[in-house]
């Protein structure tokens, strides 16, 4: 029998019409940090994307067309330095996309068994374990998570992330994963300080 996590976050809730809207979001904040001058030399901001070659497991291959990241450099002559905003469909540097990051992790802990969640996902097992890490550790360090627990009361369970917070979070399946990476945006980028201010407002 199936436990809720799997049910609640099955794959085939994540359809192109999902991954469209991300990379809606994505091309809104690209939008809106453009309008702003380069943080070095005030200079103005251009497109500057560059390839990503992101994977999608087997919970999501639909996204693996997702072979942008939305980027901007600076126009002026001798600065040229690269804003990166934040994205919800790329999860940092993380060759899987954001999507399967929650995912995927979600399943592995709703089925306790690394082969099952494995064969489910397509992801590999140590991978998963890098990320149950990564949910466990230096997520609940971060700007984002202490943001969320001040808002959610009682705060989510730590043990039980990223279940404990989609749980929380309104709408379809799809909707609390797209939700929940808008929440995750600013941990995506370094080159762009207070990146959740571009994204406030677009999902």
Same mark, same amino acid.
């Given at each position: ?120 996902? =397509?992801? $590999? @097992?140590?991978?998963?374990? /890098?990320?149950?890490? !990564?949910?466990?550790?230096?997520? &609940?360090? *971060?700007? +984002? ?25 309104? =709408?379809? $399946? @799809?909707?609390?994963?797209? /939700?929940?990476?808008? !929440?995750?945006?600013?941990?995506? &980028?370094? *080159?762009? +300080? ?10």
């Amino acid at each position: 029998m199936r436990r809720p996590e799997v049910a609640m976050f099955d794959p085939f809730e994540m359809r192109r019409e999902f991954f469209e809207g991300l990379t809606a979001v994505d091309d809104a904040i690209v939008k809106r940090a453009s309008e702003e001058p380069c943080r070095d030399c005030g200079g103005p901001l251009y497109r500057g994307d560059y390839p990503r070659k992101p994977r999608g497991g087997a919970m999501c291959g639909a996204a693996e067309g997702f072979d942008r990241r939305f980027s901007l450099c600076c126009g002026r002559e001798g600065c040229r330095r690269r804003t990166t905003p934040p994205s919800v469909r790329f999860l940092g540097r993380r060759v899987y996309i954001g999507a399967v990051v929650v995912m995927a992790s979600a399943v592995m802990l709703a089925t306790r068994a690394v082969h099952s969640a494995v064969t489910a996902t =397509g992801v $590999p @097992a140590r991978t998963m374990r /890098r990320w149950r890490r !990564w949910w466990r550790g230096p997520f &609940t360090e *971060s700007a +984002p998570f202490v943001d969320l627990s001040a808002r959610l009361v009682p705060p989510p369970e730590r043990s039980r992330l990223p279940v404990s917070l989609l749980e929380r979070l309104a =709408g379809e $399946p @799809a909707e609390r994963v797209g /939700r929940l990476l808008t !929440w995750l945006a600013p941990l995506t &980028t370094t *080159s762009c +300080p207070d990146g959740s201010r571009l994204v406030r407002g677009t999902m």
